[in-house]
């Protein structure tokens, strides 16, 4: 309490007690015994009130001690008991039930597979080790504290960034390994890279790594199927000093559909884990390539984003051309015009009659009274001066599905400064804005006229927008995606659906995946209040489930998590107009947890190092518990806690204060003072 408050409360007394004897003597008209009584009551009902409008602090001192966190954290995966011969659990109590250790640490136990839980059960069931995702959790549990963590772990990790660079700087990790780290035989397919598409009549290439884990010299056999067809077979040589082999072949695709292979690696050795032996991969066989011209009678960076981004998708093939060097359009399924001028007027023209889907790109070299004059959508009044336009992303489009992949966080696209006009309906996805102000324009743009499709960008230098995406994510995927949406749209004439859902063929095992829709209402317009079900069928059990699509943004989703191997139905229904969409899809055969023979102990080692820790097996417990019990770096804190009280916070007083108005109030009544 400070000075200033103190001399206040003195004069609050004085005052209290002025404004007392004011009342009941100097004023009283009979000078009562009771007004004694009376005036004490009143100096007491004032001084409450100067002490609520004073407020005074209160402070008060305590004292705490601050334990340093000690995380013990539990693999539950399946690998555990996969690679374990013998399963202890007594490991794990002597750290959470060690006095010494309880009276240093606040120890606390985690459990992760897929998820990380706070005292989970520990039945190693999970499908998935993510060990990067205990890392993150730490992070956020314990931001500003130096601590340790005993990590009970094999170190295998199916998912997840690498987690020897995951921990903060604050944490020192000590590895307990789990898991029988003898050497055994063992032969294994580590991962296959196959296209998931690939046309009819062509061949396509595969790619397959197999791992060898032993000291012997050993020679196996690895073998391709499809279906009970073997296509490919090869002997292939390990040792010692060969333990990994990457093998390329072609496959000749024969069949249109879906098609499921099986690689398998085998020895006459015996092994005790099989299951890593074989793989599954599944290749789409279609017919026919999508077939686009890209027309332009200038060079630019554009054309070359242009293409690559396209042809990211393997099913597309894009042919850069000049305006004079087309011959035949229907060999195409879109064109792309690049900032045309008079010299597209054939195509121009020709297109009129063979009514293919087009794609325009305008910029500083496009000719807009020609573009104006040749086409039907827009009407343009452009100057001569360039302008810079930014994006602004239309959440309401509905063409198709476009996330927002940070469209406004783009640099700016050239085009001519004017006034782009729309001749009828349209459907922008992307609005031009200048220095964050609405133009009126359209930036990128769809116009459909019965069956045929036509696109708009009214701008150049999308190749910046593909450099961007990889400077910030490291990867061309969501500028690849989106490109491929549109010329995926293009592609189509087919009529709008008002259902329209988004799947994969197959999905492996153990994986965790969303299927998305649209639902769109007569005016094909998305509807936001519809209520989407799915009901699943396992064709090979006949076992039904259904579940409720849950809405996102832009759409609604349903997710799956641990369906078991096999062939599934499905049929999409919104319940108001009972429409429905129909379709398949295969879980493939996959148990990643078992794919395992030996802890990752190099992993762990490099990660126990770069925390500044250390690793230990589980018959080493007790070094690491005295270990910790020695390191001064963590000894319990004792922490002064200053709690201050305002004196408006006492409810007592102001019930006191009531309580004292109420009792002058009676005794005054009683004495006939009112």
Not at 46 to 61: D, E, Q, T
Not at 640 to 662: F, H, N, Q, R, S
């Amino acid at each position: 309490m400070t000075t200033s408050t103190i001399l206040l409360l003195i004069l609050s007394v004085f005052i209290a007690t002025g404004l007392s004897y004011y009342q009941y003597y100097y004023k009283a008209k009979n000078k009562l015994k009771v007004n004694l009584f009376l005036a004490f009551m009143r100096f007491l009902i004032w001084f409450g009130v100067f002490l609520l409008l004073l407020n005074p602090i209160f402070s008060s001192k305590s004292y705490e001690v601050v334990k340093t966190p000690l995380p013990i954290v539990i693999d539950n995966s399946e690998s555990i008991k996969n690679l374990s011969s013998v399963i202890n659990n007594d490991t794990y109590n002597t750290f959470i039930q060690n006095q010494k250790l309880n009276e240093k640490f606040e120890v606390q136990v985690y459990t992760f597979d897929k998820d990380f839980t706070a005292n989970g059960t520990i039945d190693y069931s999970g499908k998935q080790s993510l060990i990067d995702n205990v890392a993150k959790n730490l992070k956020q549990l314990y931001r500003n504290t130096n601590y340790p963590v005993v990590l009970f772990t094999d170190g295998n990790q199916t998912q997840g960034n690498d987690y020897v660079f995951s921990f903060q700087d604050n944490s020192k990790v000590y590895p307990i390994v789990l898991g029988d780290t003898t050497t055994v035989f063992d032969l294994k397919i580590d991962q296959i890279n196959a296209n998931k598409y690939t046309f009819l009549k062509n061949k396509f290439p595969v790619e397959v790594f197999l791992q060898y884990n032993g000291n012997e010299t050993v020679n196996s056999i690895l073998t391709i199927k499809n279906q009970d067809q073997v296509v490919f077979k090869k002997n292939v040589s390990f040792s010692q000093q060969n333990k990994a082999q990457s093998i390329s072949l072609l496959l000749d695709a024969t069949k249109i559909g879906i098609q499921k292979y099986t690689a398998s690696i085998s020895s006459l050795k015996d092994e005790k884990n099989k299951t890593n032996n074989y793989k599954n991969f599944i290749i789409e066989v279609i017919d026919q390539r999508t077939e686009i011209a890209l027309l332009s009678d200038i060079i630019h960076p554009d054309l070359s984003a242009l293409k690559r981004s396209i042809e990211a998708n393997e099913q597309r093939k894009v042919s850069i051309l000049k305006s004079n060097e087309i011959k035949d359009l229907q060999q195409y399924n879109v064109l792309i015009f690049y900032q045309p001028n008079a010299s597209f007027k054939s195509i121009f023209e020709a297109n009129k009659k063979a009514k293919i889907n087009t794609f325009t790109i305008t910029g500083l070299h496009t000719d807009f009274t020609f573009l104006g004059q040749y086409q039907d959508d827009f009407s343009f009044k452009m100057a001569s001066q360039k302008e810079d336009y930014f994006a602004s992303y239309i959440s309401g489009f509905n063409l198709f599905a476009q996330e927002n992949i940070g469209f406004e966080n783009f640099s700016s696209l050239e085009n001519k400064f004017g006034t782009i006009t729309s001749k009828g309906n349209t459907a922008t996805l992307l609005e031009a804005t200048i220095r964050n102000i609405p133009s009126g324009n359209p930036l990128l743009t769809f116009v459909e006229k019965g069956k045929q499709r036509n696109g708009y960008l009214f701008g150049e230098n999308i190749w910046k927008w593909r450099l961007e995406t990889h400077l910030k994510k490291n990867s061309f995927d969501d500028f690849d995606f989106f490109t491929d949406k549109w010329v995926q749209y293009l592609t189509s004439n087919a009529a709008k659906k008002n259902l329209e859902v988004d799947y994969k063929s197959y999905y492996n095992e153990g994986e965790t995946f969303q299927i998305t829709a649209q639902y769109f209402d007569k005016n094909y317009e998305l509807d936001e209040n519809a209520q989407l079900s799915i009901l699943l069928t396992n064709k090979d059990t006949n076992e039904k489930k259904s579940y409720n699509f849950l809405k996102s943004n832009i759409d609604y989703k349903v997710e799956f998590d641990n369906l078991k191997k096999g062939n599934y139905n499905f049929i999409v229904t919104e319940k108001d107009s009972k429409k429905t969409f129909s379709g398949n899809f295969e879980i493939l055969e996959f148990d990643i947890e078992k794919q395992f023979v030996n802890p990752d102990r190099l992993r762990l080692e490099q990660l126990a190092s770069h925390s500044s820790g250390k690793l230990f097996y589980p018959n080493q417990s007790e070094d690491l518990i005295q270990s910790l019990l020695k390191d001064t770096n963590y000894l319990p804190v004792q922490k002064e806690v200053l709690k201050k009280t305002p004196l408006i916070d006492w409810k007592l007083l102001l019930l006191l204060i009531c309580g004292l108005l109420a009792t002058e109030w009676f005794v005054r009544k009683y004495n006939g003072l009112l």
